[in-house]
């Protein structure tokens, strides 16, 4: 079980190339902050793009990333956060973009 674990980890980290931004989200209750970084690890923005918890927050946070992508030249998105957000995002976001 642990070696597929490990496979499919590697999986995803070999879909990152140099096209990809990658945006790491820090979860709090009220705000969350998302930073982005390129497939080396370097740090894209002077400081963290910081969002609220509802569909206007994460509109910002779309913007913010579609301005980061045309700034960077980068044409793939990976997310990376905890399964909160991933809920958050397909219950509320996704459902009011129909």
Known sequence: MKSNLIKSQNQRVERIS???LVI??????????????NFRG?????????????????????QSIR???K???????????GTYVSCLTESSYYEKQD
């Open 42 to 62: 370097i740090v894209l923005t002077k400081r963290p793009v910081l969002f609220s918890n509802d569909f206007i927050g994460f509109e910002h946070l779309e």
């Open 18 to 20: 140099t096209s990809t």
């Open 67 to 69: 301005k980061l992508q």
């Open 71 to 81: 700034m960077h030249g980068m044409n793939d998105v990976v997310v990376v956060a």
């Open 24 to 37: 790491g989200i820090d979860i709090a209750k009220d705000k969350h902050a998302a930073q982005a970084i």
